[in-house]
């Protein structure tokens, strides 16, 4: 009930395509639901965050699309540049003052030029 | 220069070895954690320090003891490890309280290899 399943594993898109990654999750206790973006040799770095009370947020070319009843959410990246090729993690936590993450698998995305 | 300072970046050592690895926030956060990385699984949360007192050990075998001796030091001392501990540490840090989402700033990692 921990999990957070992420998919797919890598992902090749066409510069200027769509960039879809989805995350599923058990526990209804979570309620905030990060991505992060991690290059080679660095760090992972939050990317955009929501949580459970919006169906959807955008920043830039980057949205989530947040679907409680169905415990899922996503990660679009539209029109996707070569330097968005990088390692998405997507995560739930719960509650303030909680430090557990539960993060997904990781999918590395490679965007062609 | 990134807020979370990681050294070394790379460590190869023997299983009998006794390594440290070190972590430095400069952003004035109260919560340190150590997670892991390993190829095709998710990050694996190792320890919470807050206020440098641990909160969080989750279940982590003893060859791994952590130290923090003040909200700025992190450090992972490392002895008798064994080859499938190989796997990318990383220190991280937060300001405990941020609201609903403490937002995690990342250091670079220690890509360490046990032979």
């Known amino acids: 009930q921990q999990q957070v399943k992420q998919s797919p594993q890598s992902l090749i898109v066409q510069k200027g395509g769509i960039s879809i990654i989805n995350c599923a999750y058990e526990?209804?206790?979570?309620?905030?639901f990060p991505w992060y973006q991690q290059f080679p040799g660095k760090g992972p770095a939050l990317l955009i965050a929501?949580?459970?009370?919006?169906s959807e947020k955008k920043e830039g070319r980057f949205t989530i699309s947040f679907n409680k009843s169905a415990k899922q959410f996503s990660l679009h990246i539209m029109d996707s540049q070569p330097g968005d090729s990088a390692t998405y993690f997507c995560?739930?936590?719960?509650?303030?003052?909680?430090?557990?993450?539960?993060f997904g698998t990781g999918t590395r995305l490679k965007v062609l030029a | 220069e990134t807020g979370v300072t990681q050294t070394p970046r790379h460590l190869v050592m023997g299983m009998t070895n006794k390594k440290s690895l070190k972590c430095e926030q400069h952003?004035?956060?109260?919560?340190m954690y150590w997670y892991k990385q390993s190829a095709k699984k998710p990050l694996e949360l190792m320890f919470v320090?807050?206020?440098?007192?641990?909160?969080e050990n989750n279940s982590v075998p003893s060859r791994f003891s952590p130290e923090c001796p003040n909200s700025s030091h992190l450090f992972l001392h490392l002895h008798t490890l064994q080859p499938e501990d190989s796997a990318l540490y990383l220190c991280?840090?937060?300001?405990?309280?941020?609201?609903?989402?403490?937002?995690?700033?990342f250091g670079s990692g220690t890509q360490l290899s046990v032979l």
């Open positions: 991280a840090s937060s300001q405990e309280w941020a609201g609903l989402g403490e937002k995690l700033f």
């Open positions: 526990n209804t206790a979570f309620d905030y």
């Open positions: 929501i949580r459970p009370d919006v």
């Open positions: 995560a739930a936590s719960r509650g303030q003052g909680t430090y557990k993450y539960i």
């Open positions: 952003l004035g956060h109260n919560a």
């Open positions: 320090y807050n206020f440098k007192e641990q909160t």
